[in-house]
């Protein structure tokens, strides 16, 4: 007999939040019960988890100790209250917040890259979901580090709106239309205009120059990859994309790899598609392969020009699905196939 696990899905209904149910029931996870939970729900809210219809419950009032496993996919605010009291009942949490990312006691997880990471979860209760845009460019990285050992990185980003939640996607739907019939728009959840437009500024701009998102995606790097030194330089732009962060890296080893090398490593790893061309069209892009799928696509794989050990890459995935919602699932297959 399989066994099972009653799991609650705190956000469940934010954009990652309904990916987790999706992806929960697609994968057939073993669950006994589910709970879909919200902080703020007027007692009419619901939410799809595979065939069926789930009603959204509080959180204030949910007792955690009916269930073994939390996947919070909700905000900072929401995690940083409800964590703790998940665990304290004697629950596991998956958080897909910042919140508990860089505590010591706390493992930061991609499945495809640490997954002997998830044991430390005895020591807080709690396992941490990077950025989407560290998790799939990390499951890049990872069997080009395996093969000849990262010493630098520098990446240019391109993140979808869907990275800043719903109010994302409708301020550029809104603003798209706005233009579209010659209307004027007022930006309100970003500093600038976003439809029709990209802006290097994803996050609080720090004392150095860097924005928070970049600042995270260097420690998170650096902690899952187990790397404390490496040397990590991003820049994050958002751009006019709905859903599928981009990435245009650029890498440098310990030993030189060639493209062709780089190329065949990339083809057996785990989760990992290759589709490099050099034709018209020969590569992925957010809205045509990304989106809906579970795949971290790669192309452009070309040996660097203005370094003997570099290599340039453009990697591609779903950021709410694989990113995020796909991460948090797989950590919890790992965890109860595993450890519970």
């Known amino acids: 007999m399989i066994k099972t696990y009653n799991v609650a899905v705190v956000g469940a209904g934010s954009l990652v939040g309904e990916a987790i149910l999706d992806v929960l029931a ?9 709970y879909a939970l ?72 991609v499945p495809d890259v640490n997954p002997h990471a998830i044991a430390g979860y005895k020591q807080g209760g709690i396992i941490a979901n990077p950025g989407s845009m560290v ?31 719903r109010a994302g996607i409708n301020e550029l739907a809104h603003q798209t239309a706005q233009l579209l019939n010659a209307r ?33 995606m ?16 991003p820049t994050a732009v958002r751009v006019p994309v709905f859903f599928g962060h981009s990435a245009a890296i650029h890498l440098e080893t310990e030993r030189k790899l060639t493209a062709a090398e780089a190329t065949e490593l990339l083809r057996q790893a785990p989760g990992v598609v290759v589709l490099d061309e050099r034709v018209d069209g020969g590569y992925p892009t957010p809205v045509t392969e990304a989106v809906n799928t579970d795949a971290v696509y790669v192309s452009r794989i070309r040996e660097d020009i203005s370094c ?11 950021n709410v699905r694989k990113g995020a919602a796909l991460n948090s699932v797989q950590i919890a297959e790992i965890l109860v196939r595993d450890y519970l």
Request: charged share 20%; net charge negative.
């Open 26 to 34: 697609k994968r057939k996870f073993p669950i006994g019960k589910i």
């Open 38 to 109: 919200e902080f703020e729900t007027d007692g009419e809210q619901y939410v799809d988890f595979g065939h069926k219809t789930l009603d959204v419950e509080s959180v204030e009032d949910f007792d955690f100790a009916s269930v073994q496993l939390a996947l919070f996919a909700s905000t900072e605010s929401v995690a940083v209250n409800y964590v703790p009291k998940a665990v304290a009942a004697g629950c596991i949490v998956i958080d897909d917040s910042a919140c508990f990312r860089f505590d010591a006691d706390v493992p930061l997880v």
């Open 135 to 165: 998790s799939q460019m990390l499951v890049a990285l990872k069997p080009l580090h395996d093969a000849a050992t990262l010493t630098r990185l520098n990446v240019a980003t391109y993140q979808a709106v869907s990275g800043t939640g």
């Open 184 to 216: 004027p728009v007022e930006p309100e959840l970003y500093a600038k205009q976003i439809a029709f437009n990209l802006f290097p500024h994803i996050g609080a701009f720090q004392d150095n120059g860097y924005t928070w998102e970049e600042v995270k």
């Open 218 to 233: 260097v420690q998170e790097t650096r902690k899952i990859m187990g790397l404390p030194e490496l040397g990590v330089n």
């Open 308 to 318: 003997a050990s570099g290599l340039d890459l453009w990697v591609v995935a779903d």
